[in-house]
């Protein structure tokens, strides 16, 4: 079962994923890119991680939204009544793609992974409560003080008076 | 299932991400792929969580490091097109190629 699963949940990430290149519209990309980003969402579920696979899914859900009201604020072509073509250096892009893709296939065939060691707690979301109030407190204090620097910098750059000053 | 067939399918997530980051030439959809890369490093980090070390903690606090800098990246490439569109109105990568080399 848990492997029909994830053959399936593969394969709509993959395939999302890839539509997000493809689609014409704005607003679909936005959602197939949902889709693909759900799908990892319940791979995260599948390898036992509650917590965090429901975290990753309700985040995605409002950013997807979020970016689907700026996609259509920012393209020509929301509704995908036209086909698009918006990219530069196709081919380059398509090799370079490729090209990492099979240098990683490789490192992941060819190298020798460590074996399994211990097995996951009975409630790994306990496990990750503990860690971040305990010895990973620093990584927690340091992404607050990231989340914080975001909202400044995110508002000075938003405001009418913006980046480059007052004269236009 | 196992920890190779999981890094597979990381690493061709992590692929179209990178395609669509070097291809797109709106910057909105260069940011889908960037969120494409580090959905496939998601993949990565729980399943060398379940598969190697399943009794520490690393790997679960490296997603919520990656769960993290998703909605940074987000929030700050959204502002940065906001401000650039109102100063230039620019939306294309190639209209705003200023500190090219």
Known sequence: MDVVLFWVLAAAALVFGYLVFRLDSMAQVTFALLASFLAVAALVLLLGLGYLGVVTALMMVIEMVIMAVFMIMFMMNPAGLMPMTMVHNKVGSAAIAIGTFVVLAAGILLVDWPTREGEPPPDPTFALGEALMGGQMLTMMTLGVGLFATIVATVVLSTDRGRYGDER | ?101
């Open chain 2, 1 to 101: 299932m196992t920890l190779q067939l999981f890094l597979l399918l990381a690493a061709g997530l992590f692929a179209i991400g990178l395609y669509g980051a070097l291809s797109q030439q709106s910057i909105v959809m260069l940011m889908m792929g960037l969120e494409l890369m580090l959905n496939g490093v998601i993949v990565a980090a729980a399943a060398f969580w379940f598969y190697v070390s399943p009794a520490g903690t690393d790997g679960q606090v490296l997603i919520v490091v990656i769960i993290t800098v998703m909605a940074v990246e987000m929030a700050v490439g959204f502002a940065v097109v906001t401000a650039i569109y109102r100063a230039r109105q620019v939306d294309m990568t190639d209209d705003a190629a200023d500190l090219k080399g």
